[in-house]
């Protein structure tokens, strides 16, 4: 099963579920780390056009930003992975959101799944 194929029913139940955006984050970064332990994420993902997979004109370190968080990647993680501040992380992370109109970090590894970055 392709995880785009889970995570899609996952946010939609996470959103309904009455859980409040941390725990909701939670759960999601629970299930993504689990994903790479189980060895799931060396699929690789078909080759599209960058304009297919980036509509909402994402630079490319907030592809980067947005493939770690995807992945289940809170904010100090992604900070040290890509050397750059905590606070620099969280204002990508806005720029993602706004971007892509998302409103919260399961939506936005939803949106992520779908152009295949993880």
Known sequence: ?????????????????GLN?????????????????????????????VFAVFP?????????????LAMGKNNPEIARELFISVNTVTRH????FAKTSTTNRVQAAVYAARRHLV
């Open 93 to 96: 992370i806005t720029n993602i």
């Open 56 to 68: 909402h004109q994402l630079t490319e370190r907030e592809r980067e930003v947005l493939r770690h």
């Open 21 to 49: 955006g941390e725990e909701k984050e939670q759960a999601f970064s629970l299930l993504t780390r689990a994903r790479a332990r189980l060895g799931m994420d060396g699929q690789a993902a078909p080759l599209v056009s």
């Open 1 to 17: 099963m392709e995880w785009e194929h889970f995570v899609t029913p996952l946010a939609g139940t996470l959103d309904r579920s």
